[in-house]
């Protein structure tokens, strides 16, 4: 059997991956608003854990089908950014680690640089789908400062919101695009950035969601 017709086996992982990245983020920007209270950190990680499985399979999926931009995003965000913060705050509850900052903070800093870095290979997706690098990015930042130094709260919080209504925006385009109707994402972002690249964009590939 060819590739090609392995890969056709497989469907579209879109609507996997991000129905738990619309999911925590509306977890963490609660958190950061204040919503759920003091004692939530177990009902995150609990959603960090769970939805960090369902990335990590529609990361491994979508690398199957040859998106090695989209697979290793789901794939590694859904380990470094659902299970690795979801059990630190498992062990923060249940008291084998001292405090979680500085290092929950300084994480979370270095995974906002890790996805904003992420903006290079999304630069030929739509413009839509590309924002998730730098806005992404600025979220998970703002989210570290809060936890390390005085930054408001509010401000991670909100933009973790603008995250959660980004993700819905996905699913809602990757469930869409499995029945063949338009939920547009808008023209490659390198051509709104004025990039030349000669990688093509998968914005036509169900593979990436797109």
Known sequence: MSQSD???RWGDPGALGFAPL????????????????????LLVAAIGLVGGICQFAAGTILLRKGDSTGGTLMATFGMLFMWGPGLMLVADAIGPVGSLN???????????????????????????????????GLTLISAGLADLFAFPRAIAGVLFLWLFVWGLYMLAHSLAAN????????????EWLGVDTDAPSTASAPASGD
Do not use: Y
């Open 179 to 190: 029945v063949g109707v338009s939920v547009p994402l808008g023209r490659p972002a390198a």
């Open 6 to 8: 392995t890969q056709s």
């Open 22 to 41: 619309a999911g925590i983020n509306l977890a963490f920007a609660g958190d950061f608003l204040g919503w759920w209270g003091s004692e939530a950190g």
């Open 102 to 136: 500085p290092f929950f903070g300084a994480w979370t800093l270095f995974l906002g640089v890790l996805l904003g870095m992420w903006s290079i290979a999304l630069v030929v997706q739509p413009w839509f789908e590309f924002l998730i690098g730098p806005t992404g």
